[in-house]
């Protein structure tokens, strides 16, 4: 059998040792040994082997615009979002296409290859879901791209924002998207929810809305979109990202909400690096740090997948498409540090947002799609820590990103030549 790519001693996150072998761009085998001639082979011995991350939450309309027209000198949410207002008037298609290219590049040398991105629908213009929707097809051949249709200054608030939402899911964007919590009142709010979740069901597609992304323990429409996900039959295609204000919820409702959430089958994205920067601003102490309830949410079998929402935008002024810092954040304010649970943190930025993505053909296992990153790290947990390098990318049965190993030369009188971070076997 003559492959395309063989990659050969690598450790698989469950701690299997495994070859990989790749041909028409699926995994043709997958097996402790593989001997076969490759027109590609790759040297894994001791390196994770993972199937690729995955973001489930992020705006690339908005991505590498940091600083432009200004930057956001309160750090809040709501200047965010008035910065974004101000650089939207001045967009035009070529930029933001630019912009989200570039950021692709970065993804795929992060081995980072599919991620659902919010467009902006609140512009007559639609200038990021043209622009986005030109980018998907461009990427497709490495980078699955998943598009939300996103009312950012609120679905009834703006007048223009049903037109437009419906506009945008015309011209083939993939997922209904909300904003609750920015509507003028809790019920404009509630009443939201409950149109987008028709839209969605009437159109067969999933829903995603940013949830409750507030520290007011009032802000409960998280509770509505688990109502319609139950009456409209939409279990297992509807997400609730940040979700927010349930860090500052009362702990009675919570043991009540979480339960219905899981019958229901809505996921949660939180969104470590932002929830942590926006969230508690209106604090003085203790402040509140506004991550949404993620052990407990798995312990009631709630799917919870990590997200990035933000690089280098009016929200976020740092980030570099690395799915290992946001799992690495969000293991920290989360305080999942046993062993299991770090694992579990690895799991949240690929396969589990591959369920939430319902992302077909994923994972390491024969059949699949052959994508994958060797990491230089011996396990999840070791990836984590080090944020490790990413040796090969591949996707879609390609080569598609590529770094050598370059360990740090030391001059120290009777230390070693050089030094290794690695502990985990096989480094
Ligand atoms: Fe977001």
Redesign the pocket.
């Known amino acids: 059998m003559q492959l395309d790519i063989l990659v050969k001693g690598g450790v698989l996150p469950d701690g299997r040792r495994a070859d990989v072998a790749i041909r028409d761009g699926r995994i043709a085998e997958i097996a402790p040994s593989i001997d076969a001639p490759a027109q590609e082979t790759f040297d894994a011995a001791g390196c994770l082997v993972s199937a690729p991350f995955v973001d489930p939450?992020?705006?690339m309309d908005a991505t590498l615009s940091w600083g432009n027209p200004r930057i956001n000198a309160s750090g809040t949410l709501l200047e965010g979002i008035a910065l974004w207002g101000e650089l939207k008037a001045r967009l035009t298609p070529e930029a933001v296409a630019e912009r989200a290219l570039s950021y692709c590049d970065w993804a795929v040398s992060q081995g980072l290859l599919a991620i659902r991105s919010?467009v902006d629908v609140c512009d007559d213009r639609l200038v990021g879901v043209e622009a986005l929707l030109a980018v998907k097809e461009t990427v497709r051949s490495y980078l699955d791209l998943q598009l939300v249709a996103?009312p950012q200054d609120g679905f009834y608030r703006d007048p223009r924002a049903r037109a437009n939402l419906l506009r945008a899911l015309d011209l083939g964007v993939d997922v209904v998207g909300g904003i609750p919590h920015f509507e003028r009142t809790m019920e404009e709010g509630r009443a939201s929810v409950t149109e987008l979740c028709e839209i969605a069901d009437a159109r067969g597609l999933p829903v995603d809305l940013?949830c409750d992304?507030t520290d007011d323990p009032l802000s409960r429409h998280i509770e509505q979109l688990i109502f319609e996900t139950t009456r409209l039959g939409l279990e297992g295609r509807v997400s609730g990202?940040?979700l927010t204000s349930m860090h500052s919820m009362d702990n009675y409702y919570v043991s009540k909400l979480l339960p219905l959430m899981a019958e229901a089958g809505v996921a949660a994205i939180p969104?470590p690096l932002?929830n942590i920067v926006l969230q508690g601003r209106h604090d003085t102490y203790p402040k509140r740090r506004g991550l949404t309830r993620v052990p407990e949410m798995r312990a009631h079998g709630i799917r919870v997948g990590w997200?990035q929402?933000?690089v280098l935008d009016p929200w976020y002024s740092l980030g570099k498409a690395d799915m290992l810092d946001v799992a690495f954040m969000g293991l920290h304010v989360a305080q999942m540090t046993s062993p299991a649970e770090m694992r579990a943190c690895f799991a949240m930025v690929t396969e589990e947002n591959a369920a939430i993505l319902g992302l077909e053909g994923y994972g390491l296992e024969r059949g699949a799609i052959a994508s994958l990153v060797v990491l230089d790290a011996g396990d999840p947990i070791e990836a984590i820590r080090l944020r490790a390098e990413r040796r090969f990318v591949i996707s879609k049965g390609r080569v598609v990103a590529r770094k050598a190993r370059v360990a740090s030369r030391l001059s120290l009188p009777g230390r070693p030549a050089e030094v290794d971070l690695r502990l985990a076997p096989g480094g």
């Open positions: 939450h992020f705006h919010h996103f940013h992304e990202s940040h969104n932002v997200g929402d933000c």
